[in-house]
Nanobody, 128 residues
Framework: QVQLVESGGGSVQAGGSLRLSCAAS????????MGWFRQAPGKEREGVAG????????YYADSVKGRFTGSQDNAKNTLYLQMNSLKPEDTAIYYC?????????????????????WGQGTQVTVSS
C-alpha cells in the first residue's frame, strides 16, 4: 500500500525558511514523478514543484522559482522541499503527490490529475 507522509510544516515570519519532507513507502523505487502542491483557503490546488525521481529533473512554478528547491534522498525514499524567503502568500496546506507510472513532463507535472497518490498535507503559515 502506497503511503506518503508529509512533515515539516509550521509557522514562520516572512523571509524565513522551512523544509518539508515527504516519506514514501509501499512501492519500488524507480523513475517517477513526485510533486509538491499547495492549496490556500478558497483557492485551487497549485503545483509548486515536480521531481522526476532517479534522474533529478525538477520543474517549478514561476511563483516559487529561485526560492524553493525540491530534492530527493533515494536511500531514504524521501522527498524534500526547501522553502526560503517565504512570503505571506505562500501560506497554504502543502501536499506531496506521486505518479508511479511516469516521470514528470513540462506539460503535466503541475496538473493534480497526473498524480494518483496523495499525502495528508502539512500546514505552512507565513506571517508578515
Amino acid at each position: 500500500q502506497v503511503q506518503l507522509v508529509e512533515s515539516g510544516g509550521g509557522s514562520v515570519q516572512a523571509g524565513g525558511s522551512l523544509r518539508l519532507s515527504c516519506a514514501a513507502s509501499g512501492y519500488t523505487v524507480g523513475i517517477y514523478c513526485m510533486g509538491w502542491f499547495r492549496q490556500a483557503p478558497g483557492k485551487e490546488r497549485e503545483g509548486v514543484a515536480g521531481i522526476s525521481t532517479g534522474i533529478g529533473l525538477t520543474y517549478y512554478a514561476d511563483s516559487v522559482k529561485g526560492r524553493f528547491t525540491g530534492s530527493q534522498d533515494n536511500a531514504k525514499n524521501t522527498l524534500y522541499l526547501q522553502m526560503n524567503s517565504l512570503k505571506p502568500e505562500d501560506t497554504a496546506i502543502y501536499y506531496c503527490a506521486a505518479n508511479l507510472v511516469y516521470g514528470c513532463y513540462s506539460g503535466s507535472w503541475s496538473d493534480p490529475r497526473w498524480y494518483k497518490y496523495w499525502g495528508q498535507g502539512t500546514q505552512v503559515t507565513v506571517s508578515s
